[in-house]
């Protein structure tokens, strides 16, 4: 089992830019996959970038150029460096673990606010 805690939002101004940070409890080398999900109020939760395979990464259409993804697996963290962020960035940011035996982790989310 691991642990997942996020870190790293708050509120900003349009144009801005926060770092997102998601320490995980061990190592994370039985973890297939690893990424960022965000749910905005009245909407489903969706992916917004992910590695997969490896080192390979994907991301969401609307956060193309301007979000990266990264991690330290020394540290067992993964980050989200968001820049030009948009109100509709608006949302709670989940960190999301998927074993190599296809069991799925949450953290509990980190608010990030866009003002406009």
């Known amino acids: 089992q691991v642990q997942l805690v996020e870190s790293g939002g708050g509120l900003v101004q349009a144009g801005g830019s926060l770092r997102l940070s998601c320490d995980a409890s061990r190592s994370t080398f039985n973890i297939n996959v690893m990424g960022w999900y965000r749910q905005a109020p009245g909407k489903q939760r969706e992916l917004v970038a992910v590695?997969?395979?490896?080192?390979?990464?994907r991301y969401a259409d609307s956060v193309k150029g301007r979000f990266t993804i990264s991690r330290d697996s020394d540290k067992n963290t993964m980050y989200l460096q968001m820049n030009s962020l948009k109100p509709e960035d608006t949302a709670v940011y989940y960190c999301?673990?998927?074993?190599?035996?296809?069991?799925?982790?949450w953290g509990q989310g980190t608010q990030v606010t866009v003002s406009s």
């Open positions: 590695f997969s395979s490896g080192d390979s990464t």
């Open positions: 999301k673990a998927v074993s190599s035996f296809g069991v799925a982790y």
